[in-house]
């Protein structure tokens, strides 16, 4: 168990429709990331948050946003979804967010019928 | 454009022999580098990392080399185990304040008694 907890653990929904994935980061830790695992794909980078501040932006959609909020706990919003959306989406947490292991929560899974 | 890669899909190793997994980066500004173990249904688990000042780092059965002339690196697990059966992923990140990691694809490691 790392620590990280993410929820809810599997979501099933239909194209056009709104989301939010939560993600509580293990105490201590000031840093969150949110990955996507595609079928058959890598972990790509979507965005990294710093103490309630967003630090980086990787690969994210424009119909995608995500927040930090003063608990430290954060959420993935995903808009407008498309069946390309579905996919499995991790949250990770570290200490400072730099140069330092990420430990990753079990992933909340996707569906988009 | 893939700057992590894991080329091999899959391996499949003996109980008690060495398994050897291995990366290659094209990105000469990624200085830090970590394995990441991953079971179905679950987040990837942190196994070992290496900073680029350094070309060996060990932890127990596993060993993680790193040639940065070859921008290439490899872990070893001696002996190996069933229960190191998972995919393994690679990951790298460069030192640049904020800490993204980028991910290959993956190896899938299967390990026989």
């Known amino acids: 168990d790392s620590g990280v907890t993410q929820t809810p653990k599997h979501l099933i929904t239909a194209t056009g429709q709104r989301v939010t994935l939560r993600c509580s980061p293990r105490?201590?830790?000031?840093?969150v990331y949110w990955y996507q695992q595609s079928l058959d794909q890598g972990l790509q980078f979507l965005i990294q948050?710093?103490?309630?501040?967003?630090?980086a932006k990787g690969n994210i959609l424009e119909r995608f946003s995500a927040q930090q909020f003063p608990d430290l706990h954060s959420e993935l919003n995903l808009s407008s979804l498309e069946l390309g959306d579905s996919a499995l989406y991790f949250c990770?947490?570290?200490?400072?967010?730099?140069?330092?292991?990420?430990?990753f929560g079990p992933g909340t899974r996707l569906l988009v019928l | 454009d893939q700057q992590v890669k894991q080329n091999s899909p899959s391996l499949s190793v003996q109980e008690g022999r060495i398994s050897i997994l291995n990366c290659d980066y094209t990105?000469?500004?990624?200085?830090?580098f970590l394995w990441y173990k991953k079971y179905p249904a679950e987040g990837p688990t942190f196994l070992i990392s290496?900073?680029?000042?350094?070309d060996k780092n060990e932890d127990g059965r596993f060993t993680v080399f790193l040639n940065k002339s070859a921008k290439h690196l490899s872990l070893h697990i001696v002996p190996s185990q069933p229960g190191d059966s998972a995919v393994y992923f690679c990951?790298?990140?460069?030192?640049?304040?904020?800490?993204?990691?980028?991910f290959g694809t993956g190896t899938r490691l299967l390990v026989s008694p």
């Open positions: 990770a947490s570290s200490a400072t967010g730099v140069f330092e292991t990420q430990y």
């Open positions: 105490s201590g830790d000031l840093s």
């Open positions: 948050y710093y103490n309630g501040e967003e630090r």
């Open positions: 990105n000469s500004m990624f200085d830090y």
């Open positions: 290496i900073s680029s000042i350094k």
């Open positions: 990951a790298a990140s460069e030192n640049t304040g904020f800490q993204k990691l980028v």
